[in-house]
């Protein structure tokens, strides 16, 4: 197994330990996911995911194809087990970033798509935000701070690392640490628990 392999492997274990711990903190009850940002976040890391193989992105696009897949899953699960309060602003997110998407097939570069798919995927993550603003408990900043660690070992897993390749994987990164440290925030000033393993009773 060569170094990117190894590093692409990684990602893909660190991811579904991520998964595997926001998973079991829905099935506790302490996580409600938003349907609509995690099938946006499934349907943008697809595209990600088509425009990383075009970028040279070797075995790092198949740690993104896993991540792509299960936030799919999860957002079926969300369907009947997540966050239902839908508000006009995240049917409005949702129905922009579903006409936007079309867009990288529109040109052959996959540089320009991945611009598109930072710029659609900033979008989809309104419906979480606004939804861990006033509940900021129903979402796991650990799961979010390992789920930033998976992208910083895809940047590793490229085979020839090039900036057009690196930008992807970077920003997921920046936004998951970005969102976990956005939640501990907003637990600390609601007065939650700091994380989802706390012993702390919860309001």
Same mark, same amino acid.
């Not at 099935?27 to 075009?54: D, E, M, R």
């Given at each position: 197994?060569?170094? +990117?392999? /190894?590093?692409?492997?990684?990602? @893909?274990? =660190? ?10 903190? *829905?099935?506790?009850?302490k996580t409600k996911p +938003? ?28 740690? =993104? ?29 949702? @129905?922009?970033?579903?006409?936007? *998407? ?11 798509a991945v611009i598109l798919?930072?710029? @659609? ?7 979480? @935000? ?14 979010? /701070? ?7 070992? *895809? ?29 501990? *925030? ?8 700091? +994380? ?8």
């Amino acid at each position: 197994m060569d170094q +990117h392999s /190894f590093f692409a492997l990684a990602a @893909i274990t =660190l991811a579904a330990l991520r998964y595997g711990t926001y998973l079991y903190t *829905i099935y506790q009850g302490k996580t409600k996911p +938003h349907a609509f940002t995690w099938l946006l976040l499934g349907s943008v890391t697809t595209v990600g995911t088509i425009a990383q193989f075009g970028l040279g992105g070797g075995p790092s696009a198949w740690a =993104l194809a896993f991540v792509a897949f299960t936030c799919l899953f999860i957002a079926f699960l969300a369907l009947f087990v997540g966050e239902r309060d839908y508000k006009t602003s995240d049917w409005a997110a949702l @129905i922009v970033c579903f006409m936007a *998407i079309p867009l990288w097939k529109i040109t052959e570069n996959p540089m320009v798509a991945v611009i598109l798919v930072v710029a @659609i995927d900033i979008l989809s993550y309104w419906p979480m @935000i606004r939804k861990s603003f006033n509940k900021p408990q129903t979402e796991p900043p650990i799961s979010a /701070f390992i789920s930033g660690m998976r992208y910083f070992l *895809i940047l590793f897993a490229v085979p020839e690392p090039t900036w057009e390749s690196l930008v992807y994987p970077l920003y997921l990164m920046l936004v998951d640490w970005g969102f976990a440290g956005y939640i501990v *925030i907003r637990r600390a000033q609601l007065g939650y628990p700091l +994380h989802e393993y706390s012993k702390r009773q919860t309001k």
